[in-house]
């Protein structure tokens, strides 16, 4: 058993405590959690018995954040999960948020893949654009699902584009070439297309 300490108002949140145990800082919790359980300075209480106060009180609050965050952009649910943790939330309220949002269907891995590739098909290559999602927690499956639309013709007409953007203004000589082919597979686009597109420009040239 802990002794609570000390129950103060917190300066950004009139609507919240810091509650504080042994003499150290252990949570906040809503002003309503606090009165609900009658929580009070001298109090013995255990963690897991604060645990779940911090469970209910803040489950709410944390799917509001969520909700908030997904309003400008879609998310990954390993998005989600670190702007949860980042704001302190407990690995069982973020687990609550996340369940919660799948049910609405405001979390989709798989809708985020798409939109994703439709997006940034014409600037990016298929390679580049599949380590992104790695990065952003989307399985392979999906991805591969998202890529599946996504044509060798389209990839090579994006990679034309895309050299013949970076080759405005300059001269056709070899180093430029060679620049052009390094910033194509930097934009991740295979070797295959990456030549198939430096083919094409000289062929421009010539005519």
């Given at each position: 058993?802990n002794?609570?300490t000390?129950?103060?108002?917190?300066?950004?949140?009139?609507r919240?405590?810091?509650?504080y145990?042994?003499?150290?800082?252990?949570?906040?919790?809503?002003?309503?959690?606090?009165?609900?359980?009658?929580?009070?300075?001298?109090?013995?209480?255990?963690?897991?018995?604060?645990?779940?106060?911090?469970?209910?009180?803040?489950?709410?609050t944390a799917?509001?954040?969520?909700?908030?965050?997904?309003?400008?952009?879609?998310k990954?649910?390993?998005?989600?999960?670190a702007?949860?943790?980042?704001?302190?939330?407990?690995?069982?309220?973020?687990?609550?948020?996340?369940?919660?949002?799948?049910?609405?269907?405001?979390?989709n891995?798989?809708?985020?893949?798409?939109?994703?590739?439709?997006?940034?098909?014409?600037?990016?290559?298929?390679?580049?654009?599949?380590?992104?999602?790695?990065?952003?927690?989307?399985?392979d499956?999906?991805?591969?699902?998202?890529?599946?639309?996504?044509?060798?013709g389209?990839?090579?007409?994006?990679?034309?584009?895309?050299?013949?953007k970076y080759?405005?203004?300059?001269?056709?000589?070899?180093?430029?070439?060679?620049?052009?082919?390094?910033?194509?597979?930097?934009?991740?686009?295979?070797?295959?297309?990456?030549?198939?597109?430096?083919?094409?420009?000289?062929e421009?040239?010539?005519?």
């Open positions: 058993m002794q609570i000390d129950i103060t108002p917190q300066v950004k949140d009139k919240r405590c810091n509650v145990v042994d003499g150290r800082f252990c949570c906040g919790l809503t002003l309503e959690t606090v009165v609900k359980n009658r929580l009070k300075i001298g109090q013995m209480i255990t963690e897991e018995m604060l645990s779940e106060m911090q469970f209910d009180s803040e489950k709410n799917f509001d954040k969520a909700l908030a965050h997904l309003s400008a952009t879609r990954t649910e390993k998005q989600m999960r702007y949860l943790a980042g704001k302190g939330y407990l690995p069982s309220v973020i687990d609550y948020v996340v369940e919660k949002l799948y049910t609405y269907d405001f979390l891995d798989g809708e985020y893949a798409e939109a994703y590739v439709e997006c940034a098909t014409k600037r990016k290559g298929g390679r580049l654009i599949r380590m992104e999602l790695r990065g952003k927690g989307v399985s499956e999906e991805i591969d699902r998202a890529l599946a639309g996504r044509t060798e389209e990839e090579e007409e994006s990679a034309k584009a895309i050299l013949q080759m405005r203004g300059k001269a056709f000589t070899k180093e430029n070439l060679q620049k052009a082919y390094r910033y194509l597979m930097g934009k991740g686009f295979e070797y295959e297309t990456a030549k198939s597109a430096l083919k094409s420009l000289e421009f040239e010539d005519e």
